[in-house]
């Protein structure tokens, strides 16, 4: 199997579907997916919290332990890290590389506001000293968040963190082919976007992206589709097809062994 570093170097983008809970990984997995991130918002919302603010912390260090058991790589998005103190950080990555994961997601916002790069530059930096090992994907959120959302500033932040020893970048929120190939021609580094509604993967590739995820598409779709089959029995309607009991119960069974 190809190493986590490999799959940003492959032919396509590497496509990461984001899992919020066993059930959501087993499928990805039995889909044939190489490698399975988690998502912050999906593992909030399914414990009843809002995203951010170091809710998931518990739930996304719980989820790793079991989903490093599965034969994929797994890699977690940890918000900002759960602390300003780089040291900190390194705790949380380190005890996440320690159960199996390798890699993780950084961003430099909090409460739904850009902090100064310098602050996760100090984590990357923190980061890559002890565990060198862990693939760093330092998320820039100007375009998130819509501030100071150029492609200069972009660029300004994403160099800041690459000097600091990022492995790759995630820009999430950027929508337009210019800024996407100006984004990608400016850095050395494997670019990372969310799924786009208008994009295909391949055109994201072309573009220059080296990995696509889908975020909280899948937990947002699954939220939709459980509500279609619930308003389609109650209007009498016929409902969609779906895995069977006995095939997610032969996975689980399977995986609890």
Same mark, same amino acid.
């Given at each position: 199997?190809?190493?986590?570093?490999?799959?940003?170097?492959?032919?396509?983008?590497?496509?990461?579907?984001?899992?919020?809970?066993?059930?959501?990984?087993?499928?990805?997995?039995?889909?044939?997916?190489?490698?399975?991130?988690?998502?912050?918002?999906?593992?909030?919302?399914?414990?009843?919290?809002?995203?951010?603010?170091?809710?998931?912390?518990?739930?996304?260090?719980?989820?790793?332990?079991?989903?490093?058991?599965?034969?994929?790589?797994?890699?977690?998005?940890?918000?900002?890290?759960?602390?300003?103190?780089?040291?900190?950080?390194?705790?949380?990555?380190?005890?996440?590389?320690?159960?199996?994961?390798?890699?993780?997601?950084?961003?430099?916002?909090?409460?739904?506001?850009?902090?100064?790069? %310098? #602050? *996760?530059?100090?984590?990357? $930096?923190?980061?890559?000293?002890?565990?060198?090992?862990? =693939? +760093?994907?330092?998320?820039? /959120?100007?375009?998130?968040?819509?501030?100071?959302?150029?492609?200069? %500033? #972009? *660029?300004?932040?994403?160099? $800041?963190?690459?000097?600091?020893?990022?492995?790759?970048? =995630? +820009?999430?929120?950027?929508? /337009?082919?210019?800024?996407?190939?100006?984004?990608?021609?400016?850095?050395?580094?494997?670019?990372?976007?969310? $799924?786009?509604?208008?994009?295909?993967?391949?055109?994201?590739?072309?573009?220059?992206?080296?990995?696509?995820?889908?975020?909280?598409?899948?937990?947002?779709?699954?939220?939709?589709?459980?509500?279609?089959? $619930?308003?389609?029995?109650?209007?009498?309607?016929?409902?969609?097809?779906?895995?069977?009991?006995?095939?997610?119960?032969?996975?689980?069974?399977?995986?609890?062994?």
């Amino acid at each position: 199997m190809d190493t986590f570093r490999e799959l940003h170097n492959a032919d396509a983008p590497l496509l990461l579907p984001n899992a919020w809970d066993v059930g959501s990984a087993l499928a990805f997995e039995a889909a044939g997916f190489p490698a399975i991130g988690t998502t912050s918002f999906g593992i909030a919302a399914s414990t009843g919290l809002p995203d951010g603010g170091g809710s998931t912390r518990a739930a996304t260090m719980a989820l790793a332990a079991l989903l490093c058991r599965l034969p994929v790589h797994i890699t977690a998005d940890i918000e900002d890290g759960y602390s300003d103190d780089p040291t900190e950080v390194v705790d949380v990555v380190s005890d996440l590389a320690d159960l199996g994961v390798v890699g993780v997601n950084l961003e430099d916002s909090r409460d739904g506001h850009l902090v100064d790069p %310098a #602050v *996760l530059a100090a984590k990357v $930096a923190a980061i890559k000293r002890h565990r060198p090992d862990v =693939f +760093v994907n330092a998320r820039v /959120d100007n375009f998130w968040f819509d501030e100071e959302a150029t492609v200069q %500033a #972009v *660029l300004l932040r994403a160099l $800041a963190y690459a000097d600091a020893g990022a492995d790759g970048i =995630f +820009v999430p929120g950027v929508t /337009d082919p210019v800024d996407i190939r100006s984004i990608t021609a400016g850095i050395d580094l494997p670019v990372n976007v969310l $799924a786009h509604p208008t994009l295909t993967v391949a055109e994201l590739g072309a573009l220059g992206i080296r990995r696509v995820s889908s975020g909280s598409l899948p937990y947002r779709a699954a939220v939709d589709a459980a509500v279609n089959v $619930a308003t389609a029995l109650r209007d009498n309607q016929r409902t969609p097809a779906a895995t069977s009991y006995w095939e997610m119960q032969s996975r689980l069974e399977a995986f609890s062994d």
